[in-house]
């Protein structure tokens, strides 16, 4: 998921934080990373910048899954 900046100066990753995702950016020349988003919510799926980089387009929402358990019944050992 590690991306390259606009610019190519930094390289972009998505960081979960207490549950959220949010875009961090990472600069080559080793200052401080720096969020590039502030979500407090949700998880990004994807996202991309425009050629320009100007703006910034982002697929945002919640995972859930279910679980289900099949177990195969052993009709040797079952009584009736």
Do not use: C, H
Request: overall charge positive; glycine content about 6%; aromatic content about 8%.
């Amino acid at each position: 998921r590690t991306r390259w900046a606009p610019g190519a100066q930094a390289l972009e990753d998505l960081v979960v934080k207490d549950g959220t995702t949010n875009i961090w950016r990472f600069p080559l020349d080793g200052s401080a990373p720096r969020p590039v988003t502030a979500f407090t919510s949700e998880d990004i799926f994807n996202y991309r910048w425009s050629r320009d980089g100007k703006m910034l387009a982002v697929s945002r929402g919640t995972n859930s899954s279910d679980v289900v358990l099949i177990r195969s019944r052993d009709m040797k050992n079952e009584k009736e």
